[in-house]
C-alpha cells in the first residue's frame, strides 16, 4: 500500500542524489511536490549518474570536504529561501577482509563516505532546518545499516562507519528536540546494478527496492511521522 504526501511548501537536500537509492528519494519527494536540491560527487557526464535533472536542482560538490558541504547548503537556501529536509543518502561498501589485513586507506575512506558526509551535511543543515515550519519542523533521515547492529566477519570498518551514523542520528535527535528530528533507516541489501553484479547468485527476489525504501524516508520527514525522533527503522523486508 502506497501513501501520499504534500511537501509542495518543502525544500529538500539529498546527498548521493546521482545513485539508485538517491534517485529513487529524489523521485519520491517530487512525486510529493518538493523541490527537490540533489548533490553528489560525480555529475551529469558520469556513466553511473542515475538522476533526472529535469525534476531536481543538482549541486556537484564533495560531501567530505566541509568548505564544499557548507557552500552547498548555502546555495540551496539562498536560492530557494530555506531548507526543510535533509536525506542523507550519500554512502558505499567496502568489504572482503578482516581487520587484521584491512588497509587504512578502506577505514578513512568508508568513514569520510559513510559518516564524514552525514556528520558535515547535519552540522549545516541542522540551524536551517530549526527555522522550518514544514510538516511542524527540521527533518533529517540518513542512512544506517541493519549490519551496524552486531558485529560481523570480512566487513567491520563498514559496519562501524553505519553504526557511527546511528548514534549520530540519536545524538542529533537528543540536541534539537521540539526542533529537528532525526531518524535513521537500516536496509540490508538493496536491489541496485551494483549488487546484482557483485552477487549475481543471489536470490534478487529478496532484496528491497529502492523506492519502498524512499517512500520509508518521505514518511519520515513528513507530518505523519511528527512524534518520531531518534529512530532506527528496519527498511530490509527479507533481504
Not at 173 to 195: K, Q
Request: hydrophobic fraction near 40%; proline fraction near 3%; aromatic fraction near 6%.
Amino acid at each position: 500500500m502506497s501513501a501520499d504526501f504534500d511537501f509542495s511548501d518543502s525544500v529538500v537536500l539529498v546527498t548521493g542524489a546521482a545513485g539508485t537509492l538517491g534517485s529513487a528519494v529524489c523521485d519520491a519527494f517530487a512525486d510529493a511536490g518538493a523541490t527537490i536540491c540533489g548533490a553528489d560527487l560525480i555529475g551529469p557526464e558520469n556513466e553511473d549518474f542515475a538522476l533526472d535533472t529535469d525534476r531536481v536542482d543538482f549541486y556537484q560538490g564533495d560531501f567530505t570536504d566541509e568548505e564544499d558541504v557548507s557552500e552547498t547548503v548555502d546555495a540551496v537556501v539562498d536560492d530557494h529561501g530555506g531548507l526543510d529536509a535533509v536525506a542523507n543518502i550519500a554512502g558505499t561498501w567496502r568489504g572482503g577482509t578482516p581487520i587484521d589485513e584491512t588497509d587504512a586507506d578502506t577505514f578513512d575512506f568508508l568513514m569520510d563516505v559513510n559518516l564524514k558526509t552525514m556528520f558535515l551535511t547535519s552540522k549545516h543543515a541542522i540551524p536551517h532546518l530549526r527555522e522550518s515550519d514544514a510538516a511542524g519542523q527540521g527533518a533529517i533521515v540518513s542512512v544506517s545499516a541493519r549490519s551496524s547492529l552486531e558485529g560481523g566477519e570480512g566487513d567491520g570498518i563498514y559496519r562501524a562507519s553505519k553504526a557511527g551514523v546511528r548514534l549520530l542520528t540519536e545524538t542529533i535527535a537528543e540536541e534539537n528536540l521540539g526542533e529537528v528530528r532525526a531518524n535513521a533507516v537500516m536496509p540490508s541489501v538493496i536491489d541496485t546494478p551494483m549488487n546484482r553484479e557483485m552477487m549475481p547468485d543471489a536470490d534478487h527476489d529478496s532484496w528491497v527496492d529502492p523506492s519502498d525504501i524512499a517512500e520509508t524516508i518521505t514518511y519520515l520527514c513528513s507530518d505523519a511521522a511528527s512524534v518520531t525522533s531518534g529512530a532506527a527503522v528496519p527498511v530490509y523486508g527479507e533481504a
